[in-house]
């Protein structure tokens, strides 16, 4: 579309938007006489149109949203839309581009730069004048993208904050260093570089960053020359942003302040944890955990969302059939449960929210963890200290002393705490533990390898459960597909499943960072021990013919179940594909 002369180098107005939104049919005459009267103040107009909640036609159940209309607007006045993705903007790069004096005068903000042209999102289409200045100064052409008003408002603000405080403690650092001042890094208090109002700043939006963005895990890793900073967003790294070396070794000393970590000690992995608020004023947990390498340490948090604990088990994926075989296991007075799974496939939450659930006024439930994944109140939780010889075994014999009903013990990692287990589930205890396998019927081996007798493992067994998370399609981008019937066979074998009429695929969009997906949910392998499966633990059991007993006796193995999700049209084969194990 080209643009008329009379509107060139002028900031859009409402009554100039909306006979063209009326013409598309976004608003009706009626809403144009309302809209009208309003006072337009120093508001974008989008912004205030947005805020008027007013039906979108295309989805009448929703209200049309500023990216709607920002999208609108984009198609409007013929120039490209971007939904800005902060993750996916390299924000060290971008920022010295222009001041933020600049971007807030002009109401833009650089969002990418290559060899040729540099990317700027703006929300008023007829500003022109900072175009030439800004190609002559940078010597590169100006791509101009249309961009939600609000977001390019916050990301300015964001990124040009960041920037400042990075640079300010890295300055800070570096005139110490020439002063001739060393940092304090032996002091048993709080270091003062980790203490500087700039650390602190960029500490805060880390934290704040990373709620924001659904981040599980924050990594900070040092290199040679800077320290990265990624994000695991449903169970995927993602680049967030690049610190001098510095500057990222007083934010990990900060982290380890907050977490009550000794911050001198760098040769040595240590744990911690913090707890904090998220956005939305709830409280969230968050567990440090340092390793010294080549560069300097590398400090990882895991986030852990109290609200999880809320979680039911539909919510947390399990099917029907699946909570009526768990809710048997968890039933019963005395016995070891085990759930198995690598490190990030959900153990801790099925846990946390089946002892929830057996919490109760009347029971006596402990805990012996390393860490203590969450603090939860309805429960009595032990930490194993290795260096006082407070180990799981250990701990474990003190808990049977503390007429315990119930015990959970983070994980069975040695033959003691194995054997110690399986005492307690002899001497009349529900004992909910977890291991290292790729499925249930593999957990039987690994504890025979650990050196308990097969006998001891019949006696006191209930039953195994193996998950995975894997990702759920985003529904907004979602399409369907025919199904590939030898794909299927795969994903459903040995027993055959009839073929849905359809499944879907993941294709991306702006609001999925063009992956698909959206949020995570558990698959389930949850075998039971009966009598036929006892029969076939011995010494030498064979694993495979156990896992055909559990299946015949109803068991869903990992592939399986996901099949019934991808049935279901909540994820697809090449996510079950990704995450499951082939074990046939």
């Not at 036929?532 to 006796?553: H, I, K």
Request: some cysteine; hydrophobic content about 40%.
């Amino acid at each position: 579309m080209t643009v008329e002369p009379a509107l060139q180098d002028r900031r859009l107005t409402l009554n100039e938007l909306l006979p063209a939104l009326t013409a598309h049919r976004l608003i009706t005459e009626a809403t144009v006489a309302r809209l009208l009267d309003l006072p337009t103040r120093d508001v974008h107009p989008l912004e205030l149109l947005a805020s008027q909640a007013l039906v979108d036609p295309a989805r009448p159940d929703q209200s049309l949203s500023l990216e709607t209309l920002t999208q609108w607007l984009a198609n409007h006045v013929d120039q490209p839309y971007l939904r800005i993705d902060p993750l996916k903007i390299d924000v060290t790069t971008v920022v010295p581009l222009m001041s933020c004096a600049f971007a807030q005068r002009h109401h833009i903000l650089a969002v990418g730069l290559d060899a040729d042209s540099v990317t700027v999102a703006s929300a008023e289409p007829y500003l022109h004048t900072w175009e030439a200045g800004l190609a002559h100064v940078l010597k590169r052409r100006i791509k101009r993208v249309v961009a939600n008003p609000a977001t390019i408002r916050r990301c300015t603000l964001e990124f040009y904050r960041l920037a400042k405080s990075v640079s300010g403690a890295d300055h800070k650092i570096l005139a110490t260093a020439n002063t001739g001042h060393l940092l304090n890094l032996g002091a048993i208090d709080q270091e003062p570089e980790a203490n500087d109002a700039h650390i602190v700043n960029i500490v805060d939006w880390l934290l704040q960053y990373a709620f924001d963005q659904r981040a599980s895990d924050i990594h900070l890793e040092p290199a040679r020359d800077h320290g990265r900073v990624r994000f695991r967003i449903d169970g995927l790294l993602h680049d967030v942003y690049q610190f001098p070396s510095q500057v990222s070794t007083a934010v990990v000393s900060r982290l380890k302040s907050l977490g009550r970590m000794n911050v001198a000690e760098k040769r040595k992995p240590q744990d911690g944890r913090v707890k904090t608020k998220s956005p939305g004023g709830g409280e969230v947990e968050l567990r440090l955990s340092t390793l010294p390498t080549a560069f300097g340490e590398k400090l990882v948090l895991r986030i852990f969302d109290p609200l999880l604990l809320l979680k039911d088990f539909q919510q947390l994926g399990l099917s029907p059939s699946d909570r009526q075989r768990w809710q048997h296991m968890t039933g019963q007075a005395n016995g070891i449960i085990l759930v198995t799974g690598p490190t990030g496939s959900g153990k801790t939450s099925t846990l946390y929210t089946t002892l929830r659930q057996l919490a109760s006024r009347e029971i006596n439930l402990c805990t012996v963890e390393d860490p203590i994944e969450m603090v939860e109140p309805a429960f009595n939780q032990m930490q194993v200290q290795h260096n006082i010889g407070l180990t799981f075994s250990s701990g474990i014999r003190a808990l049977m002393r503390q007429d315990p009903d119930i015990i959970m013990i983070g994980e069975i990692r040695d033959v003691e705490t194995a054997e110690m287990a399986i005492q307690a589930a002899l001497t009349g205890h529900l004992v909910l533990s977890t291991l290292h396998t790729n499925d249930a019927p593999s957990a039987i081996s690994r504890l025979l390898e650990l050196g308990i007798p097969h006998y001891l493992i019949k006696a006191t067994l209930l039953g195994v459960m193996a998950q995975r998370l894997v990702r759920l399609l985003y529904p907004h981008c979602k399409s369907p597909v025919a199904v590939n019937h030898d794909d299927w066979q795969r994903v459903t074998q040995p027993w055959p499943v009839p073929l849905p009429a359809q499944i879907f695929r993941a294709n991306g969009c702006a609001e999925c960072r063009e992956s698909g997906y959206r949020g995570r949910a558990g698959v389930y392998e949850i075998m039971l021990m009966n009598d036929a499966a006892r029969v076939l633990v011995s010494a030498e059991t064979d694993v495979q013919a156990l896992r055909r007993a559990a299946l015949e006796d109803g068991m869903h193995s990992l592939r399986l179940a996901g099949a019934h999700k991808v049935a279901a049209g909540l994820t697809s084969l090449e996510e079950v594909f990704r995450v499951t194990p082939s074990l046939y």
